[in-house]
């Protein structure tokens, strides 16, 4: 039997972080992941914030160094409109810039920086039960068992804590479904930004929208998301992705000479909530606590701060401190988890999107927004966070 003062199930960029942060902070740290690295998934357009956490667990230099593309806003389309959010402008201070990533390099190279940092990963190990004592929790592998003092759960879709412990709840977002793929993009545009990821919305259905995220070697990931009643048309995958994605101008101008050499991917009913974000010896992070939608691209920016949370918040429990997980994890956490919901919710309705797309635009206002969106919600200083309903519901009747 293996005995360590934390396991972290997961090691993707959660577990990595607070993989990282733990490790530096006195205990011994194992990491298990089911899979081999590297390997594909997506999420991966990245919100400056995220730099912040990166700072933090002494990981930005090395990702700073791997030629990422270089990433400053995001771009809005939608028929013969288009318009954009510079990060670098925003109300809230702090980086401004960041990257878009292939995922399959970006978390092995933050994992494999992390064995470096002294943190023993184990691949290809699949967590199969888990029960908990007073004083600490086993989980069971196909090499054995793992006592441990601690549980993270940072396996993203995985979701292995909430399906063990039967702690998944319904979202209450409507079940969307995702096509997506990298394709070799051949943009010759010239005023095309590659420094920006491109959010289109479908020229007459505003509940379908797609992405395209530029890598900067001449490939970008493209994607299409809405309800599958909109989307299922009858073809193989990628076929359905060609097609809506041919539907939006904008896209159909700028991939006109596209080589789409994989094939599409599909992923559905991905939003999704549980009962608890923690227990006596366990704690939930990002995706597998909570995934919202990949619209804004939150998801790794809210996997970074729950690892970053729930690190202070182990370390005082695993040294006898005084912790309390309801105020210093779950509510903290949920205050930029319910703005980005009010944002996501805003989209799909159309309140959002009227504001993305007025020409009428307060300055004031826009740099608030810039800052939500750069990945900032959890900037008490900024009405679009704290009152982030009332904030939009507001700039909506003023546009």
Known sequence: ?????????????????????????????????????????????????????????????VVKKAGFQYKNGAAFSWG?????VDFCDKFTPGFGTTFQVKRADF???LIEEVQKQGVEVKFNLAIEAVSFENDFALATTKDGEIKAKFIVDASGYGRVLPRLLNLETKSTLSSK??????IKDNISEPLYDRN????????????????????????????????????????DDKETLKKHVYDAPMLKRLLNNAQWLKDARTIEGYSKNVSTL??????????????????????????????????????????????????EYEEELMLGV???????????????????????KNYDIKRKISAVLAGYAWDRENPFVVRSDDALNAVHQYC
Not at 31 to 51: D, H, W
Not at 80 to 84: E, F, G, I
Not at 220 to 229: F, L, T
């Open 80 to 84: 013969d409109s288009y318009t954009y």
């Open 278 to 327: 923690y227990g006596e010896r366990f704690v939930l992070l990002g995706n597998a606590g909570e995934f919202l939608d990949p619209v804004f691209s939150s998801g790794i920016t809210i996997a970074f701060k729950s690892a970053s949370l729930a690190a202070k918040c182990i370390t005082k429990k695993l040294t006898s401190q005084d912790v309390n997980f309801k105020k």
């Open 107 to 109: 978390d092995k190279l």
């Open 177 to 182: 479904k995702a096509y997506f793929t990298h």
């Open 338 to 360: 319910n703005c980005f919901r009010t944002y996501v919710e805003g989209w799909y309705s159309g309140i959002f999107q009227d504001v993305i797309y007025s020409k009428d």
């Open 1 to 61: 039997m293996r005995e360590v003062d934390v396991l972290v199930i997961g090691a993707g960029p959660s577990g990595a972080i607070v993989s990282s942060l733990l490790h530096k902070n006195g205990f011994k740290v194992l990491c298990v992941e089911k899979e081999n690295f590297p390997r594909f998934v997506i999420g991966e357009s990245l919100l400056p914030n995220c730099m912040n956490f990166l700072k933090e667990a002494n990981l930005l230099d």
């Open 196 to 235: 920006k990821i491109l959010i289109t919305t479908h020229p007459t259905n505003r509940e379908i929208w797609y992405w395209l995220i530029p890598f900067s070697d001449g490939t970008c990931s493209i994607g299409v998301v809405g309800e599958d009643r909109y989307l299922n048309v009858g073809l």
